[in-house]
C-alpha cells in the first residue's frame, strides 16, 4: 500500500488490502525460525504443530492449521512501516494478543486508528495508535497498540 501523508490526525484508520492466509504462507513461517536456526542453506522443519500438521491440529480440537499469531504481528507491523517508514524501527513499540485463530484461506486486513498525536520536543511527534488485524467480515483476529515516535 502507499500510505499516507503524515502528519495523521487522530481518528484517521487506515487499512491494508484484503489478503488471503495461505497454506503456503503458514508454512514459510513454521519452517522459517528451524532454518534460520541452521543456517546451513537448507530448509528445515519441525515437528508437527498446530500452525503445519492439519492431523495434529485436529487432534487439539481445531478443525484445520492455524496461522502463527506472528504472522498477523508482521502483517500490522507492515502496515506501520509503510505509513511511518524507518522510525518504526528505532522509534517504536508494538504489543498485539490474538483472539481468535486465523483459518487457512481467510481473508485479513491490517488496520491502524491513530488515537492520540503528540507533539513533543526537539520536533518528535509521537502517534499512540489501536492496531489489529481483521477478516472480511470485520471481526477482529488480532488487537493492539504502538506507539511510534516520528521525527
Same mark, same amino acid.
Given at each position: 500500500?502507499?500510505?499516507?501523508?503524515?502528519?495523521? +490526525?487522530?481518528?484517521?484508520?487506515?487499512?491494508?488490502?484484503?489478503?488471503?492466509m495461505?497454506?503456503?504462507?503458514?508454512?514459510?513461517y513454521?519452517?522459517? +525460525?528451524?532454518?534460520?536456526?541452521?543456517?546451513?542453506?537448507?530448509? =528445515?522443519t519441525q515437528?508437527?504443530?498446530? =500452525?503445519?500438521?492439519?492431523?495434529?491440529?485436529?487432534? /487439539?480440537?481445531?478443525?484445520?492449521?492455524?496461522?502463527?499469531?506472528?504472522?498477523?504481528? /508482521?502483517?500490522? +507491523?507492515? @502496515?506501520?512501516?509503510? @505509513?511511518?517508514?524507518?522510525?518504526v524501527?528505532?522509534?517504536?513499540? @508494538?504489543?498485539?494478543?490474538?483472539?481468535?485463530?486465523i483459518?487457512?484461506?481467510?481473508?485479513?486486513?491490517?488496520?491502524?486508528?491513530?488515537?492520540?498525536?503528540?507533539?513533543?520536543?526537539?520536533?518528535?511527534?509521537?502517534?499512540? @495508535?489501536?492496531?489489529?488485524?481483521?477478516d472480511?467480515?470485520?471481526?477482529?483476529?488480532?488487537?493492539?497498540?504502538?506507539?511510534? =515516535?516520528?521525527?
Amino acid at each position: 500500500m502507499t500510505g499516507p501523508r503524515l502528519p495523521l +490526525q487522530p481518528g484517521t484508520e487506515i487499512r491494508t488490502a484484503p489478503r488471503p492466509m495461505t497454506r503456503e504462507r503458514m508454512r514459510w513461517y513454521v519452517d522459517a +525460525q528451524p532454518t534460520i536456526g541452521a543456517d546451513d542453506g537448507r530448509i =528445515h522443519t519441525q515437528p508437527p504443530t498446530i =500452525h503445519d500438521d492439519d492431523a495434529y491440529a485436529r487432534k /487439539n480440537g481445531l478443525p484445520g492449521i492455524i496461522a502463527d499469531g506472528m504472522i498477523s504481528t /508482521n502483517w500490522i +507491523q507492515g @502496515l506501520l512501516c509503510d @505509513l511511518f517508514g524507518e522510525a518504526v524501527a528505532s522509534r517504536s513499540r @508494538l504489543r498485539t494478543k490474538y483472539i481468535a485463530p486465523i483459518y487457512e484461506d481467510q481473508i485479513v486486513i491490517a488496520a491502524v486508528r491513530v488515537t492520540s498525536v503528540a507533539q513533543a520536543v526537539a520536533g518528535v511527534t509521537s502517534y499512540a @495508535l489501536d492496531v489489529w488485524c481483521e477478516d472480511d467480515a470485520g471481526k477482529k483476529l488480532t488487537v493492539g497498540e504502538a506507539l511510534v =515516535h516520528v521525527a
